[in-house]
């Protein structure tokens, strides 16, 4: 008994390292989201029906997991940042400037999936330090995801 307590101690000084990663995960993954969309709008050249139905399945799985995070979030009790300017300043993606080429468009995003994975990275750190399994779970699937989407972006390259 005296092991569970010590542990549930442990879990509650920690937790505020994973609602605090949480978020920039949640930051990190709208903007990617948001930028996902914006180049699946404004894609052109011979890579366009590929790339335009590539980006749209991105990018809708992504509103998924922006979903998820944020009431992750919400479980362990704190709020989940929801506007322009918090996600500015929590993400390490950064939005897009100007419409870069197809070719851009897919490096960029790739190297944004690079990001995202080293955030659910730092997650899933924080969470099992704190003994929270569930948050640790939610890292590794989207390690997994930002993972794949990099590599079939890439692919375009081989």
């Not at 442990?10 to 180049?39: G, I, M, Q």
């Not at 929801?82 to 851009?104: N, Q, W």
Request: charged share 25%.
């Amino acid at each position: 008994m005296a092991q569970r307590k010590s542990a549930a101690k442990r879990a509650s000084r920690r937790e505020p390292e994973v609602v605090d990663t949480l978020c920039e995960l949640l930051a990190d993954t709208y903007t990617l989201y948001l930028k996902t969309h914006n180049f699946h709008w404004n894609v052109t050249g011979p890579m366009f029906g590929t790339l335009h139905a590539l980006f749209e399945t991105q990018y809708t799985e992504l509103a998924l997991a922006v979903d998820e995070i944020a009431e992750r979030i919400r479980a362990l009790g704190a709020v989940a940042p929801g506007s322009y300017s918090e996600f500015t300043r929590l993400a390490a993606v950064k939005e897009a400037k100007g419409v870069p080429t197809a070719e851009g468009m897919i490096r960029e995003i790739a190297a944004d999936c690079d990001t995202v994975a080293k955030t659910a990275g730092e997650l899933v750190a924080a969470a099992q330090d704190s003994g929270d399994e569930a948050s640790a779970d939610l890292g590794i699937r989207r390690i997994q995801v930002a993972q794949k989407n990099a590599w079939m972006l890439r692919s375009h390259f081989a």
